[in-house]
Protein backbone atom coordinates (compact mmCIF):
# COMPACT_ATOMS: atom_id res chain seq x y z
CA UNK A 1 0.00 0.00 0.00
CA UNK A 2 0.98 3.46 -0.58
CA UNK A 3 0.33 7.23 0.18
CA UNK A 4 1.36 10.30 -1.35
CA UNK A 5 0.38 13.31 0.90
CA UNK A 6 2.03 16.97 0.39
CA UNK A 7 2.45 18.72 3.69
CA UNK A 8 1.49 22.68 3.40
CA UNK A 9 5.23 23.43 5.29
CA UNK A 10 8.65 22.84 4.59
CA UNK A 11 9.40 19.15 5.84
CA UNK A 12 12.22 17.80 7.82
CA UNK A 13 12.02 14.50 7.58
CA UNK A 14 14.52 12.89 9.09
CA UNK A 15 14.18 16.01 12.26
CA UNK A 16 10.90 14.97 12.52
CA UNK A 17 11.15 10.69 12.91
CA UNK A 18 14.76 11.47 15.08
CA UNK A 19 13.08 11.56 18.54
CA UNK A 20 11.52 7.98 18.02
CA UNK A 21 14.75 6.69 17.16
CA UNK A 22 16.44 4.90 20.33
CA UNK A 23 20.05 4.52 19.70
CA UNK A 24 21.34 3.95 16.10
CA UNK A 25 20.87 -0.02 16.19
CA UNK A 26 17.22 0.75 17.00
CA UNK A 27 15.80 -2.51 15.18
CA UNK A 28 12.20 -0.59 14.65
CA UNK A 29 13.83 2.54 12.95
CA UNK A 30 16.38 3.14 10.53
CA UNK A 31 17.25 6.59 8.96
CA UNK A 32 19.15 6.25 5.90
CA UNK A 33 20.22 10.09 5.10
CA UNK A 34 22.13 8.99 1.98
CA UNK A 35 19.18 7.51 0.01
CA UNK A 36 16.06 9.91 2.61
CA UNK A 37 14.56 6.86 3.62
CA UNK A 38 13.15 6.42 6.62
CA UNK A 39 11.75 2.63 7.68
CA UNK A 40 9.69 2.62 10.61
CA UNK A 41 7.97 -0.53 12.51
CA UNK A 42 5.02 -1.15 14.85
CA UNK A 43 2.29 -2.58 16.43
CA UNK A 44 -0.99 -1.43 15.56
CA UNK A 45 -4.63 -2.78 16.52
CA UNK A 46 -4.52 -5.00 13.34
CA UNK A 47 -1.07 -6.09 13.84
CA UNK A 48 2.13 -5.36 13.12
CA UNK A 49 3.23 -2.60 10.40
CA UNK A 50 5.94 -1.30 8.51
CA UNK A 51 5.98 1.85 6.49
CA UNK A 52 9.32 3.22 4.11
CA UNK A 53 8.78 6.99 3.99
CA UNK A 54 11.39 9.06 1.57
CA UNK A 55 10.57 12.43 -0.01
CA UNK A 56 9.16 12.86 -3.30
CA UNK A 57 10.11 15.00 -6.56
CA UNK A 58 7.16 17.23 -5.97
CA UNK A 59 7.93 18.07 -2.64
CA UNK A 60 5.81 15.97 -0.60
CA UNK A 61 5.89 12.79 0.71
CA UNK A 62 5.51 9.08 -0.32
CA UNK A 63 5.04 6.10 2.29
CA UNK A 64 4.80 2.60 1.28
CA UNK A 65 3.22 0.21 4.05
CA UNK A 66 3.56 -3.65 4.34
CA UNK A 67 1.98 -6.03 7.11
CA UNK A 68 -1.82 -6.17 8.51
CA UNK A 69 -0.93 -2.84 10.52
CA UNK A 70 -0.12 -1.04 7.11
CA UNK A 71 -3.46 0.66 6.76
CA UNK A 72 -3.47 2.33 9.96
CA UNK A 73 0.34 3.02 9.80
CA UNK A 74 -0.45 5.35 6.72
CA UNK A 75 -3.71 6.73 8.15
CA UNK A 76 -1.30 8.18 10.57
CA UNK A 77 1.35 9.49 8.22
CA UNK A 78 0.84 13.22 8.55
CA UNK A 79 0.69 13.60 12.16
CA UNK A 80 3.60 11.36 12.25
CA UNK A 81 5.24 13.90 10.46
CA UNK A 82 3.91 16.79 12.61
CA UNK A 83 0.51 18.40 10.35
CA UNK A 84 -1.41 18.40 13.82
CA UNK A 85 0.97 20.57 15.67
CA UNK A 86 0.17 24.17 16.18
CA UNK A 87 3.01 26.01 17.78
CA UNK A 88 0.48 29.52 17.95
CA UNK A 89 1.10 31.83 20.60
CA UNK A 90 4.30 30.51 21.14
CA UNK A 91 7.06 33.48 22.03
CA UNK A 92 10.66 33.04 21.95
CA UNK A 93 12.13 34.35 25.34
CA UNK A 94 15.80 33.51 24.74
CA UNK A 95 18.16 34.02 22.25
CA UNK A 96 18.92 30.66 21.49
CA UNK A 97 15.17 29.60 21.11
CA UNK A 98 14.57 32.88 19.24
CA UNK A 99 17.35 32.13 17.25
CA UNK A 100 17.03 28.12 16.55
CA UNK A 101 13.00 29.19 16.11
CA UNK A 102 14.58 31.44 13.52
CA UNK A 103 17.05 29.19 11.75
CA UNK A 104 14.23 26.08 11.92
CA UNK A 105 11.21 28.18 11.11
CA UNK A 106 9.42 24.40 10.12
CA UNK A 107 10.46 22.54 13.88
CA UNK A 108 7.31 19.94 14.33
CA UNK A 109 6.73 17.90 17.29
CA UNK A 110 4.89 14.97 15.23
CA UNK A 111 2.90 12.41 16.72
CA UNK A 112 2.94 8.53 16.60
CA UNK A 113 -0.98 8.02 17.56
CA UNK A 114 0.30 4.62 19.68
CA UNK A 115 1.11 4.78 23.03
CA UNK A 116 2.25 0.93 23.93
CA UNK A 117 5.17 1.12 21.31
CA UNK A 118 6.82 4.42 22.82
CA UNK A 119 5.67 3.50 26.36
CA UNK A 120 7.96 -0.39 26.25
CA UNK A 121 11.20 1.79 25.48
CA UNK A 122 10.40 4.82 27.76
CA UNK A 123 10.36 2.02 30.76
CA UNK A 124 13.35 0.78 29.63
CA UNK A 125 15.58 3.90 29.90
CA UNK A 126 14.01 5.11 33.31
CA UNK A 127 17.00 5.13 35.86
CA UNK A 128 19.75 4.17 33.96
CA UNK A 129 21.77 4.71 30.93
CA UNK A 130 20.91 5.25 27.30
CA UNK A 131 23.88 2.37 26.68
CA UNK A 132 22.13 0.10 28.80
CA UNK A 133 18.49 1.21 28.08
CA UNK A 134 19.04 0.56 24.44
CA UNK A 135 20.42 -2.63 24.41
CA UNK A 136 17.67 -4.03 26.30
CA UNK A 137 15.27 -2.61 23.83
CA UNK A 138 17.31 -4.29 20.86
CA UNK A 139 17.82 -7.65 22.90
CA UNK A 140 13.54 -8.10 24.23
CA UNK A 141 12.65 -6.98 20.29
CA UNK A 142 14.97 -9.41 18.74
CA UNK A 143 13.97 -12.08 21.06
CA UNK A 144 10.17 -11.52 22.00
CA UNK A 145 9.63 -9.16 18.90
CA UNK A 146 8.83 -10.28 15.21
CA UNK A 147 10.31 -9.87 12.38
CA UNK A 148 9.04 -6.82 10.20
CA UNK A 149 6.96 -7.63 6.92
CA UNK A 150 8.17 -5.69 3.90
CA UNK A 151 10.38 -6.33 0.59
CA UNK A 152 13.09 -8.67 0.33
CA UNK A 153 15.71 -6.09 0.09
CA UNK A 154 14.78 -4.07 3.39
CA UNK A 155 16.96 -3.55 6.24
CA UNK A 156 16.69 -6.49 8.86
CA UNK A 157 14.31 -5.03 11.15
CA UNK A 158 11.49 -6.23 14.17
CA UNK A 159 8.19 -5.27 15.50
CA UNK A 160 8.18 -4.26 19.00
CA UNK A 161 6.54 -7.47 21.34
CA UNK A 162 2.98 -7.12 21.93
CA UNK A 163 1.62 -6.38 25.31
CA UNK A 164 0.38 -10.25 25.61
CA UNK A 165 4.63 -11.39 24.39
CA UNK A 166 5.75 -8.81 27.17
CA UNK A 167 3.22 -10.54 29.76
CA UNK A 168 4.61 -14.02 28.73
CA UNK A 169 8.31 -13.13 29.06
CA UNK A 170 10.34 -15.26 31.91
CA UNK A 171 11.85 -13.53 34.80
CA UNK A 172 15.40 -14.97 33.31
CA UNK A 173 14.94 -13.40 30.35
CA UNK A 174 14.31 -10.10 31.79
CA UNK A 175 17.40 -10.55 33.63
CA UNK A 176 19.33 -11.88 30.47
CA UNK A 177 18.14 -8.52 28.52
CA UNK A 178 19.80 -6.57 31.44
CA UNK A 179 16.20 -5.69 33.05
CA UNK A 180 15.80 -5.02 36.67
CA UNK A 181 13.02 -5.66 38.90
CA UNK A 182 12.11 -2.86 38.68
CA UNK A 183 11.65 -1.44 35.40
CA UNK A 184 10.16 -4.78 35.31
CA UNK A 185 7.26 -4.92 37.45
CA UNK A 186 6.46 -1.34 35.44
CA UNK A 187 6.01 -2.83 31.90
CA UNK A 188 4.33 -5.82 33.55
CA UNK A 189 1.40 -3.51 35.17
CA UNK A 190 1.35 -1.85 31.58
CA UNK A 191 0.95 -4.64 29.05
CA UNK A 192 -2.21 -5.87 31.46
CA UNK A 193 -3.77 -2.57 30.53
CA UNK A 194 -2.06 -1.95 27.39
CA UNK A 195 -5.48 -1.39 25.54
CA UNK A 196 -6.74 1.34 27.81
CA UNK A 197 -3.79 3.02 28.01
CA UNK A 198 -4.21 3.74 24.49
CA UNK A 199 -7.08 5.89 25.21
CA UNK A 200 -3.73 8.94 26.83
CA UNK A 201 -3.27 9.39 22.94
CA UNK A 202 -7.06 10.13 22.54
CA UNK A 203 -7.15 12.59 25.31
CA UNK A 204 -3.63 14.22 24.84
CA UNK A 205 -1.90 17.03 27.14
CA UNK A 206 -2.73 16.61 31.32
CA UNK A 207 -5.12 14.38 30.80
CA UNK A 208 -3.61 11.63 28.95
CA UNK A 209 -0.08 12.07 31.45
CA UNK A 210 -2.63 11.50 34.18
CA UNK A 211 -4.12 8.44 32.82
CA UNK A 212 -0.84 6.94 32.10
CA UNK A 213 0.77 7.59 35.64
CA UNK A 214 -2.49 5.50 37.33
CA UNK A 215 -0.14 2.69 36.10
CA UNK A 216 2.28 1.69 38.95
CA UNK A 217 5.99 2.31 37.96
CA UNK A 218 5.14 5.17 35.49
CA UNK A 219 6.15 8.46 36.85
CA UNK A 220 6.17 12.11 35.63
CA UNK A 221 9.07 11.52 33.50
CA UNK A 222 8.34 8.57 31.71
CA UNK A 223 4.75 9.91 30.87
CA UNK A 224 6.06 12.91 29.73
CA UNK A 225 8.49 10.66 27.60
CA UNK A 226 5.75 9.31 25.82
CA UNK A 227 2.83 11.88 25.53
CA UNK A 228 5.91 13.91 23.80
CA UNK A 229 6.12 11.03 21.44
CA UNK A 230 2.51 9.71 21.45
CA UNK A 231 0.55 12.77 20.99
CA UNK A 232 3.40 15.61 20.38
CA UNK A 233 2.51 17.14 23.70
CA UNK A 234 4.17 20.71 23.65
CA UNK A 235 3.97 21.05 27.30
CA UNK A 236 5.04 17.51 28.43
CA UNK A 237 8.62 18.43 29.50
CA UNK A 238 10.70 15.61 30.93
CA UNK A 239 11.10 16.37 34.76
CA UNK A 240 13.62 14.10 36.60
CA UNK A 241 15.90 13.73 33.76
CA UNK A 242 19.24 13.26 34.26
CA UNK A 243 20.22 15.36 31.21
CA UNK A 244 17.73 18.09 30.32
CA UNK A 245 17.60 20.25 33.44
CA UNK A 246 21.21 20.98 33.00
CA UNK A 247 21.19 21.23 29.39
CA UNK A 248 18.29 23.82 29.73
CA UNK A 249 20.37 25.70 32.68
CA UNK A 250 23.98 25.85 30.38
CA UNK A 251 21.83 27.25 27.02
CA UNK A 252 19.25 29.66 29.07
CA UNK A 253 21.77 30.82 31.49
CA UNK A 254 25.26 29.37 31.59
CA UNK A 255 24.64 27.29 34.59
CA UNK A 256 23.49 24.10 35.38
CA UNK A 257 19.85 23.84 37.06
CA UNK A 258 17.60 21.44 38.69
CA UNK A 259 14.46 20.55 38.00
CA UNK A 260 12.68 23.09 40.02
CA UNK A 261 15.16 25.56 38.55
CA UNK A 262 14.15 24.33 35.01
CA UNK A 263 10.68 24.61 35.33
CA UNK A 264 10.94 28.61 36.75
CA UNK A 265 13.01 29.12 33.36
CA UNK A 266 10.57 27.25 31.27
CA UNK A 267 7.40 29.04 32.91
CA UNK A 268 7.19 31.58 30.45
CA UNK A 269 6.93 28.86 27.91
CA UNK A 270 3.35 27.31 28.77
CA UNK A 271 2.04 25.86 27.55
CA UNK A 272 4.52 25.08 25.41
CA UNK A 273 7.49 24.65 27.37
CA UNK A 274 8.90 21.27 25.85
CA UNK A 275 8.72 22.65 22.44
CA UNK A 276 11.19 25.12 24.30
CA UNK A 277 13.50 22.42 25.09
CA UNK A 278 12.97 20.92 21.76
CA UNK A 279 14.60 24.05 20.13
CA UNK A 280 17.39 24.44 22.41
CA UNK A 281 18.02 20.35 21.59
CA UNK A 282 17.69 20.79 17.97
CA UNK A 283 20.33 24.25 18.39
CA UNK A 284 23.08 22.40 18.65
CA UNK A 285 24.20 23.42 22.01
CA UNK A 286 26.60 20.90 24.36
CA UNK A 287 27.09 21.93 27.99
CA UNK A 288 30.08 21.60 28.98
CA UNK A 289 31.66 18.33 30.61
CA UNK A 290 33.23 18.35 33.73
CA UNK A 291 34.18 14.85 34.80
CA UNK A 292 33.64 11.09 33.56
CA UNK A 293 30.49 9.96 32.19
CA UNK A 294 27.87 7.84 34.29
CA UNK A 295 28.96 4.08 34.17
CA UNK A 296 26.42 2.09 33.13
CA UNK A 297 25.49 -1.12 35.36
CA UNK A 298 25.22 -4.64 33.87
CA UNK A 299 21.91 -6.13 35.55
CA UNK A 300 22.84 -9.31 33.34
CA UNK A 301 25.82 -9.78 36.01
CA UNK A 302 24.17 -8.71 39.13
Same mark, same amino acid.
Given at each position: ???????? $??????????????? @?????????????????????????????????????????????????????????????????? $?? #??????????? &??????????????????????????????? !? &???????? @????????????????????????????????? !?????? #??????????????????????????? &???? &???????????????? @????????????? $?????????????????????????????????? #????????????? @????? $?? #???????
Amino acid at each position: MTRRWRPD $FELDLLGSLGPLRRG @RGDPTLRIDPELGICWRTGTTADGPATMAIRRSPDGGVEATGWGPGAPIMLDGLPALLGAADDDTG $FV #AHHPLIEETRR &RLPNLRLGATGRVWDILLPAVLEQKVTGVEA !R &RSWRELCW @RFGTRAPGPPDMPKMWVPPTPAAVRAIPDWEWH !RAGVDS #ARRRALLASAAVAHRLERAAVLGGTAG &RELL &RLVPGIGVWTAAEVAQ @RAWGDPDAVSVGD $FHIPSVVGWALLGRPLDDAGMLAVLAPYAPQRQR #AVRYIEASGFRRP @RFGPR $FA #AKDYRAM
